[in-house]
């Protein structure tokens, strides 16, 4: 028996509105950089569904940026530590852990020799600080501003220059190395400053805010230069981010009013403008909040909307040619429709569909808050969510389908059970049994159910409660459930069930990583085949049964995937740590192949041999 990593689909960069997203590309134009959730990301351009994980972190990540020699990659976080790490090879061996200032960190810039970094935040005594990339010695100091910084940049080519820029509205111009202070720039913007850029030639630094404002100075002096842009081609909203092209006669610049625009820099003025989400009105997910211009051959310029969605445009087109969407926060729930279809639900109601083959995600209608649930049943997938629905989506042409089914109240738990596209779903006070998105029953229950597993090949159901108890249900023909009987050799709060596809076996987990595998020895007596499916250190979350009913995979708070067998119950293989922070959803998409989603927003498969 043996687990492998197959294959990792990553989530989008977390956003936060009205604040800058930093993107990062490679020297070599083949990969993007970002921060989401606790992780860091590096992902392919050309292939999107090919990306690189960094865990390390232990605090939400807020920052990650290629070095220029394009071995390491510098990545920051809301506590304020700053951490090098090798990314040319495959061990992310760490460089160095540096801790910055006592907040968090907005962003960073490395200098042209991929020896010194600026990072620059939140912080209390002090708002930034300039280390070596090595060994953190100080370098520099980040002085003139009176609050938090929001963006830094280091002047390519010697002689070296940076640049800060702030909430207090100024521009901060440093001489170096060491950096030290030279000039405030107080009065270009009248609002605050949101990001800064040198060209890479050096010649120009540029400056853009919430004023709407755009700004260039002489990259070696620092003097003011001009304003960019006339009252027809201006942005209509606050502008958060501007990268370079390579040539250094054109920058781009990503805004709230929904657009990314390209610049002309000798023009002075917009020479293409694309405009995201709806033509008319405004739509709050489509602002641009982050953009970079990575050295391709192709041009290709990517920006990344509030929704977290990353946009790719080529010049001369008017339409972006790729949109990159997925989950920025935590995947809760997990559905596979087919061997090239699968569901996901997350902590903030959205779902996304994705191809499997290609690792590509599309939206679907989601919930207005936690999806606690889905079920793929007969070409559809529901979903149950804290907003106190069930929905219904088409799996074939990725739609809903019917009208919302309303309950009574929070839902936790959704189940198929039998073969006639029968749907149960357990609340806090009921359990409700649904045929063609309609209720056809409800029983109401005096114990707390906290999840809930019925058996494709019988009617039966089983109910997991807060007093460790499962309880066992009949459904008959009228769609009546049947109460049969009550299981108590769980020792804590059941948190997960799953019954085989015929119904003899029910895997019963709980909140302290225990399973107990009950056999069925007639239809109403239950008894204790194993209970050494043992080897979680925290809370089951999820629990699920392979085609022949021989082994089940389960999945832990502690971060841990477990594949247990039913002939040998001592017998496990397993993966440590495959989801920063928990575990929280698992299923067989076939017979050789499991697919996870956790706390960390990706999806990963694995490769599995019995």
Known sequence: ?????????????????????????????????????????????????????????????????????????????????VRVWDCAGTDQVLKGEFPIISGRINDLSWDGESKRIIAVGEGKEKYGHCVTFDTGNSVGEISGHSSPVNSVAIRPVRPYRAATASDDRSLVFYHGPPFKFNSQLRDHHSNFVQGVAFSPN?????????????????????????KI?????????????????????????????????IWDV????????????????????????????????????????????????REQEDKPYRVVTGHQKSITSLAVADEKTLFTGSYEGRICSWDTAKGEAGPVEGHSNQISGLEASEGKVLSVGWDDTVKTVNVSDKKSTGAPVTMGGQPKGISSVGKD?????????????????????????????????????????????????????????????????????NRAVITSLAYSSTGTLLAAGDSTGKIVLYTADSPSEYSVKTTRWAFHTGRVNDITWNEKDTHVVTAGLDTNIFVYSVENPGKNIKVLGAHKDGVNAVEWVNSGTVVSAGADGAVKTWKVEL
Not at 202 to 220: A, E, F, N, Q
Not at 267 to 280: D, N
Not at 286 to 313: C, E, H, K, M
Not at 451 to 470: C, F, L, P, Q, W
Request: charged share 20%; no cysteine.
């Open 266 to 313: 000798e023009a002075s003025k917009a020479t293409q403008t694309w405009r995201l989400g709806p033509e008319t009105g405004s739509s709050v997910p489509d602002q641009q909040v982050g953009v970079v211009w990575p050295t391709r051959s192709d041009g290709t310029i990517i920006s990344v909307a509030l929704s977290g969605d990353l946009n790719y445009f």
């Open 202 to 226: 050096g010649d120009h630094l540029v400056s853009v805010g919430s004023d709407r404002t755009i700004v260039l100075y002489d990259g070696k002096t620092g003097e003011f230069k001009s």
């Open 229 to 261: 842009g006339s009252a027809e081609d201006s942005h209509k909203g606050s502008v958060f981010a501007v990268s370079w092209s390579a040539d250094s006669k054109r920058f781009t610049t990503a805004s709230a009013d929904q657009t990314v625009k």
């Open 1 to 81: 028996m043996s687990i492998k990593s197959q294959s990792l689909f990553a989530p989008t960069p977390t956003t936060v509105r009205s604040r800058p997203t930093q993107l990062s590309a490679d020297a070599k134009g083949e990969r993007i950089a970002y921060a989401s959730i606790k992780s860091i990301f590096l992902r392919s351009i050309d292939h999107p569904e090919l990306s690189v994980q960094y865990t390390q972190h232990t605090h939400a990540t807020t920052v990650a940026k290629f070095s220029p020699s394009g071995y390491y990659v510098a990545s920051g976080d809301v506590s304020g530590k």
């Open 421 to 489: 596209g029968i749907i149960v779903v357990a609340t806090q006070t009921e359990i409700l049994v649904l045929k063609n998105s309609e209720v056809v029953s409800s029983l109401k229950v005096t114990y707390t159910p906290t999840t809930i597993s019925g058996s494709s090949g019988s009617n039966k159901i089983a109910v997991g409660a807060e007093d460790t108890t499962v309880h066992l249900y009949d459904l008959g023909p009228d769609n009546k459930l049947t109460h049969i009987t009550v299981l108590k050799s």
